[in-house]
């Protein structure tokens, strides 16, 4: 698919003022610039954050009355559960939680729905068994914030009831004994845009600083926090929220600590993921978040709740074997529902004129909807709902968004079609009956042609910088590496330079393209991987990432390519 190349605007004075007052190379601060950052001490903060800037935890609302209420289960030894979603973000949630609530002497059980018995979020008959068991507190991750009918029930069964959780609310939220929540109106929590599992921890904050106070830990070892932020990068990531502000934090701070895979659960892990040495948050998301995912995506999670709270390495290592094998199952299923999805598409013409696109099939695998949905924005970019259809006749559907649109808005405005929804901007869920699906896909692509013009149907580049080629070097290609971790939020910086001249081609690896470039008495290699059916002129414009390529001991400038066009 042709891409548009989109320059940031560069503010070159602020540039320069930046690489004056904070002593960083002139690409690097036309970067930050290009990016909002125009404050030296905003930059420090973003390129060296500490724990220590974390914004008070007690400023979310509804943390006062929930550390009250936990301080209070632990004194009676009341029995709690833990209620948790079945993707990483929520297994991770439940998992850091039942870790730290143990530290602090409460004994809590935990139960994650089964996507397929249960459904998202809270389940009735799942509360009336946990209400049954003994249990008198309950506190959701991740999930929740949609979930009245079942708060009332919790109220009516005697239970008391915390919902944690990031997802989009309603116009009002659960009457629950605390509702955590940055987007609930009225918290003034200043970041918005945590994971559920960044909500978790920062629950975990607050209770260690209530209980200190309380002088428990006079008595026992107090719990490290910062041991928690493996699980919180791994939700973080998993969850694609942007890598800015408290997650950029918590993911720079939590790589340190899967590096290490102290956890036997996580070193497990990355031993059947082949992952070695330094991590990124590519490694996390296309090779980690995908096993822990794959039990729950296939039949159950607990798995990976399991994984990730063993202390029993034999344990962990089987463990980690079964979710592998459930990934490469998944994997299969995957690939032959986006070639069903895909043929619909095909068959049916409704491309590139549609502005969105809604399919359902009776064979679908629920659990890997969402995974191909996402692939089908990739390959037609535009919103995409999947529906998996029951043999019950009600259909649950998973949709991922485009850039620009507010994918959860969008499904808002077709609700009188659905029997449930819930989810953010760029994911989000559908319950329906299949007698609805026509109807439904019809009002989603009304409401689609209205918020989406030609422009935004078009996948964009965009390009940090146009750079001269004395600026590329490999003391760069050092200098960028202080933004990572990249993800959601925090891309890769993407470079152009132009005019360059083609002085060599081949094909590597049967699909990747080297290239030979020369430009102002500069040469330069270049890799672009699945790139060699390409067909450009002799002269390119380039964009590109630079880096540092290590072979038989010597390292040296690669540029990456990201795009290539022929030069005006």
């Given at each position: 698919?042709?891409?548009?190349?989109v320059?940031?605007?560069?503010?070159?004075?602020?540039?320069?003022?930046?690489?004056?007052?904070?002593?960083?190379?002139?690409?690097?601060?036309?970067?930050?610039?290009?990016?909002?950052?125009?404050?030296?001490?905003?930059?420090?903060?973003?390129?060296?954050?500490?724990?220590?800037?974390?914004?008070?935890?007690?400023?979310?609302?509804?943390?006062?009355?929930?550390?009250?209420?936990?301080?209070?289960?632990?004194?009676?030894?009341?029995?709690?559960?833990?209620?948790?979603?079945?993707?990483?973000?929520?297994?991770?949630?439940t998992?850091?939680?039942?870790?730290?609530?143990?530290?602090?002497?409460?004994?809590?059980?935990?139960?994650?729905?089964?996507?397929?018995?249960?459904?998202?979020?809270l389940?009735?008959?799942?509360?009336?068994?946990?209400?049954?068991?003994?249990?008198?507190?309950?506190?959701?991750?991740?999930?929740?914030?949609?979930?009245?009918?079942?708060?009332?029930?919790?109220?009516?069964?005697?239970?008391?009831?915390?919902?944690?959780?990031?997802?989009?609310?309603?116009?009002?939220?659960?009457?629950a004994?605390?509702?955590?929540?940055?987007?609930?109106?009225?918290?003034?929590?200043?970041?918005?845009?945590?994971?559920?599992?960044?909500?978790?921890?920062?629950?975990?904050?607050?209770?260690?600083?209530?209980?200190?106070?309380q002088?428990?830990?006079?008595?026992?070892?107090?719990?490290?926090?910062?041991?928690?932020?493996?699980?919180?990068?791994?939700?973080?990531?998993?969850?694609?929220?942007?890598l800015?502000?408290?997650?950029?934090?918590?993911?720079?701070?939590?790589?340190?600590?899967?590096?290490?895979?102290g956890?036997?659960?996580?070193?497990?892990?990355?031993?059947?993921?082949?992952?070695?040495?330094?991590?990124?948050?590519?490694?996390?998301?296309?090779?980690?978040?995908?096993?822990?995912?794959?039990?729950?995506?296939?039949?159950?999670?607990?798995?990976?709740?399991?994984?990730?709270?063993?202390?029993?390495?034999?344990?962990?290592?089987?463990?980690?074997?079964?979710?592998?094998?459930?990934?490469?199952?998944?994997?299969?299923?995957?690939?032959?529902?986006?070639?069903?999805?895909?043929?619909?598409?095909?068959?049916?013409?409704?491309?590139?004129?549609?502005?969105?696109?809604?399919?359902?099939?009776?064979?679908?695998?629920?659990?890997?909807?969402?995974?191909?949905?996402?692939?089908?924005?990739?390959?037609?970019?535009?919103?995409?709902?999947?529906?998996?259809?029951?043999?019950d006749?009600?259909?649950?559907?998973?949709?991922?968004?485009?850039?620009?649109?507010?994918?959860?808005?969008?499904?808002?405005?077709?609700?009188?079609?659905?029997s449930?929804?819930?989810?953010?901007?760029q994911?989000?869920?559908?319950?329906?009956?299949?007698?609805?699906?026509?109807?439904?896909?019809?009002?989603?692509?009304?409401?689609?042609?209205?918020?989406?013009?030609?422009?935004?149907?078009q996948?964009?580049?965009?390009?940090?910088?146009?750079?001269?080629?004395?600026?590329?070097?490999?003391?760069?290609?050092?200098?960028?590496?202080?933004?990572?971790?990249?993800?959601?939020?925090?891309?890769?910086?993407?470079?152009?330079?132009?005019?360059?001249?083609?002085?060599?081609?081949?094909?590597?690896?049967?699909?990747?393209?080297?290239?030979?470039?020369?430009?102002?008495?500069r040469?330069?290699?270049?890799?672009?991987?699945?790139?060699?059916?390409?067909?450009?002129?002799?002269?390119?414009?380039?964009?590109?990432?630079?880096?540092?390529?290590?072979?038989?001991?010597?390292?040296?400038?690669?540029?990456k390519?990201?795009?290539?066009?022929?030069?005006?």
């Amino acid at each position: 698919m042709i891409q548009a190349w989109v320059e940031s605007p560069a503010d070159l004075a602020a540039a320069s003022a930046l690489t004056a007052s904070a002593g960083l190379h002139p690409v690097l601060a036309r970067i930050l610039a290009g990016r909002g950052y125009d404050d030296p001490g905003q930059i420090a903060d973003f390129l060296r954050p500490t724990l220590a800037a974390m914004p008070d935890p007690f400023l979310l609302k509804g943390m006062e009355r929930a550390v009250e209420r936990l301080c209070q289960a632990r004194q009676s030894a009341e029995s709690v559960c833990i209620y948790g979603d079945y993707d990483v973000d929520g297994l991770t949630s439940t998992a850091l939680l039942k870790t730290f609530l143990a530290d602090c002497g409460i004994m809590a059980s935990y139960f994650i729905p089964n996507r397929f018995d249960d459904g998202y979020g809270l389940n009735g008959e799942a509360i009336r068994r946990i209400v049954t068991s003994g249990v008198s507190l309950i506190i959701t991750v991740d999930c929740g914030i949609v979930s009245f009918d079942e708060a009332r029930l919790c109220r009516d069964l005697g239970a008391d009831l915390i919902v944690t959780d990031h997802h989009t609310p309603r116009d009002t939220v659960p009457d629950a004994c605390a509702v955590i929540n940055p987007h609930q109106p009225g918290c003034t929590y200043p970041y918005k845009t945590l994971a559920g599992v960044g909500v978790a921890f920062n629950l975990a904050v607050a209770l260690r600083s209530r209980l200190r106070m309380q002088g428990l830990f006079e008595h026992r070892p107090e719990p490290d926090v910062r041991q928690l932020l493996d699980l919180v990068a791994l939700g973080t990531i998993a969850d694609v929220v942007p890598l800015t502000g408290q997650n950029r934090l918590y993911v720079q701070q939590g790589l340190r600590l899967l590096k290490r895979g102290g956890r036997p659960g996580i070193a497990a892990l990355k031993r059947v993921a082949g992952v070695e040495g330094d991590i990124s948050c590519g490694q996390v998301a296309f090779r980690l978040a995908p096993r822990l995912n794959a039990a729950g995506r296939m039949e159950s999670a607990v798995p990976g709740v399991e994984l990730l709270i063993t202390d029993d390495h034999r344990r962990a290592a089987v463990i980690a074997g079964e979710l592998d094998a459930a990934n490469s199952e998944r994997q299969a299923v995957e690939r032959s529902l986006f070639e069903d999805a895909a043929r619909q598409v095909e068959q049916s013409g409704i491309w590139p004129a549609c502005r969105s696109i809604v399919l359902a099939s009776p064979v679908w695998h629920q659990g890997v909807i969402g995974i191909v949905a996402s692939r089908m924005v990739e390959r037609y970019y535009r919103p995409t709902i999947l529906i998996a259809v029951g043999q019950d006749g009600e259909g649950r559907g998973s949709g991922r968004s485009i850039p620009g649109f507010d994918l959860l808005a969008a499904i808002d405005a077709c609700r009188d079609t659905l029997s449930r929804f819930g989810g953010h901007r760029q994911a989000a869920g559908v319950a329906l009956s299949a007698s609805q699906v026509a109807e439904f896909a019809d009002a989603f692509e009304a409401e689609a042609r209205k918020r989406l013009g030609d422009d935004h149907c078009q996948p964009c580049l965009t390009l940090d910088c146009r750079v001269e080629p004395d600026e590329v070097t490999a003391a760069l290609a050092e200098q960028l590496k202080q933004l990572e971790p990249f993800g959601a939020g925090n891309p890769e910086p993407v470079l152009m330079m132009n005019a360059l001249d083609v002085t060599g081609r081949r094909v590597v690896g049967e699909h990747h393209l080297r290239l030979h470039l020369k430009r102002d008495g500069r040469s330069f290699t270049a890799i672009g991987f699945r790139m060699a059916g390409l067909t450009f002129g002799d002269t390119v414009d380039l964009a590109f990432v630079p880096e540092i390529t290590t072979w038989n001991g010597t390292s040296r400038l690669q540029l990456k390519i990201k795009d290539i066009r022929t030069a005006e």
